[in-house]
């Protein structure tokens, strides 16, 4: 029994809630009984009020700028720690000791190779396809290859299907990579790290040895620290929505890619970059900023505002900075950063932006890193999907796992016609 109750008052009749408490940050109001007792729904469009589940993965405080995972801060774990760690310990909860990682590791990069025949599923898109709908079509067409990992209900299956789905992203973008670039695709080299072997699948090929240089190689497995989960967003609630009606695994991620790709989530970062470089220079700001504020302008700043931070967004910070490093060790520049932080300096000391609480969020200076380490735009998200199926796969875990999960189904206010008969086509 909760300690907590909340008592909702309708035409003088009243209805009580137990309220629940999690380890930190609001509390719940448990309303799964008001339908029951009250014949009335809830009315959120966009959930902007709503907690949709019960998670220890990943908390954020908007109004502080705060992100952690399983309890650590996105800060420290981009900092010390690695992908393959991180990742470690959002599936199972804790930081791995060596043997741990060394072991995980291992496995994930055992599983890195794809069959071969769905290499001919590239062949069917044109070359200048957009990466983010090969990658929809190809993980939604691995259910078709690895039958023997699609029983969710076997915990065997859920584990083998996760680590299958973590260490063939970075080959399924790589490929996607090359084939828009009608290179041949390079196979995966396991001495090499995660994210070693990522940049050599991409950048590599056949006819000459690929060095991975490790400022960049850092750079780039910080980023996917960055992007590996973020609580109930778009895409991670579009997964466990399609988990929740036990849908196979990779079907499940294949709907997150495609919620992930909308401009508005992780489609923001190429957005960004094509924002950056329209504006050109830090002169035409103002002009665009104007835009960004006008009403009856579709226009918005790209890699800015939040739904949960009313705050920096702590990635940003991070990647911000890696921008820097990236440009030091790859001895570059450009000169679209200036424009960035510009831009950024101008935003965060106008009243329309300031009143919003509208800050850069993590698609702002990814871009500007990326396309310096070489990968075009229209790869900025299939990297962010590449990521973020870490989370993905954690969180569509925790809900499998959880012997209470319903399939989602929410209901609606509806506004359309009252029943009416059927009218002959004669008599219209
Ligand atoms: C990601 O949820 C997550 O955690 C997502 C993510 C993750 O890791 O999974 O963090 C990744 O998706 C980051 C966000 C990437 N998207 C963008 O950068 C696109 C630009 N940003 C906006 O479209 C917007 O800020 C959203 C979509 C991110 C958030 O939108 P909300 O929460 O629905 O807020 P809103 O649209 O209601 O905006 C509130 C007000 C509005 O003005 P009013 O109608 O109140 O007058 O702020 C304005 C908006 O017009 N506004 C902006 C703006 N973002 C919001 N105005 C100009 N430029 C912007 N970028």
Same mark, same amino acid.
């Given at each position: 029994?909760?300690?907590?109750?909340?008592?909702?008052?309708?035409?003088?009749?009243?209805?009580?809630?137990?309220?629940?408490?999690?380890?930190?940050?609001?509390?719940?109001?448990?309303?799964?009984?008001?339908?029951?007792?009250?014949?009335?729904?809830?009315?959120?469009?966009?959930?902007?009020?709503?907690?949709?589940?019960?998670?220890?993965?990943?908390?954020?405080?908007?109004?502080?700028?705060?992100?952690?995972?399983?309890?650590?801060?996105?800060?420290?774990?981009?900092?010390?720690?690695?992908?393959?760690?991180?990742?470690?310990?959002?599936?199972?909860?804790?930081?791995?000791?060596?043997?741990?990682?060394?072991?995980?590791?291992?496995?994930?990069?055992?599983?890195?190779?794809?069959?071969?025949?769905?290499?001919?599923?590239?062949?069917?898109?044109?070359?200048?396809?957009?990466?983010? !709908?090969?990658?929809?079509? &190809?993980?939604? @067409?691995? #259910?078709?290859?690895?039958?023997?990992?699609?029983? +969710? /209900?076997?915990?065997?299956?859920?584990?083998?299907?996760?680590?299958?789905?973590?260490?063939?992203?970075?080959?399924?973008?790589?490929?996607?990579?090359?084939?828009?670039?009608?290179?041949?695709?390079?196979?995966?080299?396991?001495?090499?790290?995660?994210?070693?072997?990522?940049?050599?699948?991409?950048?590599?090929?056949?006819?000459?040895?690929?060095?991975?240089?490790?400022?960049?190689?850092?750079?780039?497995?910080?980023?996917?620290?960055?992007?590996?989960?973020?609580?109930?967003? !778009?895409?991670?609630?579009? &997964?466990?929505? @399609?988990? #929740?009606?036990?849908?196979?695994?990779?079907?499940? +991620? /294949?709907?997150?890619?495609?919620?992930?790709?909308?401009?508005?989530?992780?489609?923001?970062?190429?957005?960004?970059?094509?924002?950056?470089?329209?504006?050109?220079?830090?002169?035409?700001?103002?002009?665009?900023?104007?835009?960004?504020?006008?009403?009856?302008?579709?226009?918005?700043?790209?890699?800015?505002?939040?739904?949960?931070?009313?705050?920096?967004?702590?990635?940003?910070?991070?990647?911000?900075?890696?921008?820097?490093?990236?440009?030091?060790?790859?001895?570059?520049?450009?000169?679209?950063?200036?424009?960035?932080?510009?831009?950024?300096?101008?935003?965060?000391?106008?009243?329309?932006?300031?009143?919003?609480?509208?800050?850069?969020?993590?698609?702002?200076?990814?871009?500007?890193?990326?396309?310096?380490?070489?990968?075009?735009?229209?790869?900025?998200?299939?990297?962010?999907?590449?990521?973020?199926?870490?989370?993905?796969?954690?969180?569509?875990?925790?809900?499998?796992?959880?012997?209470?999960?319903?399939?989602?189904?929410?209901?609606?206010?509806?506004?359309?016609?009252?029943?009416?008969?059927?009218?002959?086509?004669?008599?219209?």
């Amino acid at each position: 029994m909760a300690d907590k109750q909340a008592t909702l008052t309708v035409d003088g009749k009243s209805y009580d809630f137990p309220v629940l408490e999690g380890s930190v940050g609001p509390d719940v109001i448990d309303i799964r009984k008001l339908y029951g007792q009250s014949h009335m729904f809830t009315y959120d469009p966009g959930f902007t009020s709503t907690g949709s589940c019960e998670s220890s993965l990943t908390y954020i405080d908007g109004e502080e700028g705060v992100l952690l995972h399983r309890g650590y801060p996105i800060g420290q774990l981009a900092e010390h720690s690695s992908f393959m760690e991180t990742a470690y310990l959002l599936l199972n909860g804790e930081l791995p000791n060596q043997g741990e990682l060394d072991t995980f590791t291992r496995t994930i990069s055992r599983h890195t190779m794809l069959h071969e025949q769905l290499a001919t599923f590239y062949r069917g898109f044109r070359r200048d396809a957009h990466p983010m !709908a090969i990658m929809c079509g &190809v993980v939604g @067409a691995l #259910s078709a290859f690895y039958h023997d990992s699609t029983d +969710i /209900a076997d915990p065997e299956h859920r584990k083998i299907s996760s680590h299958r789905l973590i260490a063939k992203m970075p080959t399924i973008a790589a490929m996607a990579y090359k084939y828009s670039v009608g290179q041949p695709f390079v196979y995966p080299d396991n001495t090499l790290s995660y994210t070693g072997n990522f940049l050599r699948m991409t950048f590599g090929v056949p006819a000459e040895e690929y060095e991975v240089i490790p400022a960049v190689e850092k750079a780039m497995d910080r980023i996917f620290i960055l992007h590996a989960d973020h609580e109930q967003n !778009a895409s991670t609630s579009t &997964v466990r929505l @399609a988990g #929740s009606s036990g849908a196979n695994p990779f079907a499940c +991620i /294949a709907a997150g890619i495609a919620c992930l790709w909308g401009p508005a989530h992780g489609g923001a970062n190429e957005a960004a970059l094509n924002m950056l470089q329209e504006i050109g220079t830090p002169d035409r700001i103002p002009h665009f900023i104007e835009r960004a504020k006008d009403k009856n302008d579709p226009f918005r700043l790209m890699g800015f505002g939040h739904r949960v931070y009313k705050n920096y967004d702590p990635r940003a910070t991070v990647m911000q900075k890696t921008v820097r490093e990236v440009f030091d060790a790859l001895k570059v520049t450009d000169p679209i950063f200036e424009t960035a932080l510009r831009l950024e300096e101008l935003a965060l000391h106008d009243d329309y932006f300031v009143e919003k609480k509208l800050f850069p969020n993590v698609d702002f200076y990814s871009g500007i890193i990326l396309s310096a380490i070489g990968f075009p735009t229209t790869m900025f998200t299939a990297l962010f999907a590449l990521a973020r199926t870490v989370g993905w796969v954690a969180q569509w875990n925790e809900m499998i796992s959880d012997p209470g999960q319903k399939i989602g189904r929410p209901r609606q206010l509806y506004t359309g016609p009252t029943q009416r008969d059927y009218v002959p086509v004669a008599k219209r």
